[in-house]
């Protein structure tokens, strides 16, 4: 039990602290200081590193929410509201991420290979405004994890 928690913890901290950095500290900077035409190309690359460890803590979440959830609380019947609205909430942003993944960052991906920086702009665009959605969701999931038991 005590390695399915720490895994838990560890992929949403990865997971939602990666999201929160870039979309509060990362982004504001490169406005600021990245030449617009070369965004998409910076955040292609930035997102290809995350995405790769976003895929990991997707999956250690789901093996090790389910083990616990089988294995601590006798199936889904013996999980309190708390797991069950952490479930439902994380699978949708897993749904998202897909979204995200399959969608504007493979286009994202193009327009940086066709050097198109404009597309490139409109797809990192969509993503910051996908990214924050499920940044709005991620923290509701971890305080929900921290203290729906006591509530």
């Not at 991420?97 to 198109?116: E, I, W």
Request: glycine share 12%; with cysteine; aromatic share 14%.
């Amino acid at each position: 039990m005590s390695l399915a928690v720490a895994l838990h913890v560890l992929s949403a901290v990865i997971w939602v602290g990666g999201m929160f950095f870039a979309y509060m500290a990362m982004r504001p900077a490169v406005v600021e200081v990245i030449d617009a035409s070369q965004r998409g190309a910076l955040w292609c690359h930035t997102l290809s590193r995350f995405f790769r460890w976003v895929w990991a803590a997707v999956i250690l979440l789901l093996v090790t929410g389910y083990w616990m959830i089988f294995s601590v609380f006798g199936g889904m019947a013996g999980a309190g509201w708390h797991i069950h609205a952490m479930q439902g909430l994380g699978i949708v942003m897993i749904l998202l991420y897909f979204h995200v993944y399959f969608a504007p960052f493979r286009r994202l991906k193009q327009a940086v290979a066709n050097q198109d920086p404009q597309e490139g702009g409109r797809q990192v665009g969509q993503i910051r405004k996908l990214v924050g959605t499920n940044l709005i969701l991620g923290l509701i999931v971890v305080a929900i994890g921290a203290g729906g038991r006591y509530l």
